[in-house]
């Protein structure tokens, strides 16, 4: 199966689910994580490796970090092809106000937001995916 492309059915089908771990995004500009750190994402750039991690393993090996989020996964199976599914998503926690970075998963999409308005951020999203 390669997932749903239809942004209709993907928006009623979503069916978010948010994790109860805060998560972390670290730097790495020597490109190496530290030994037992379990990072759920990483992402190579120029500058160095973005680790994204689990709160208490950054903590706990003293490394810095920027933006607790909590995790909300769309447990629907979306097509890396679909289109505009996390543009209505990103643009309806904008009018929210509301910081969104998003990640895509071989068949889900997943997004990282404040701690602080994750309640709110999944309130919207779910009365988005209510018929």
Known sequence: MTGERDLSRLQRDMAPQMHSETFVYCNFPDFEIPPGMSPICTFREAEGL??????????????????????????????????????ALAGSLAQASIPCNAVAGYHHDHLFVPTARAGEAFALLSAMASP
């Open 50 to 87: 973005t680790v994204i991690v689990e709160k208490g393993q950054a903590e706990h090996r003293a490394v810095e970090y920027v933006f607790e989020a909590r995790l909300i996964t769309l447990t629907v199976h979306s097509s890396l092809e679909a289109v505009g599914f996390l543009a």
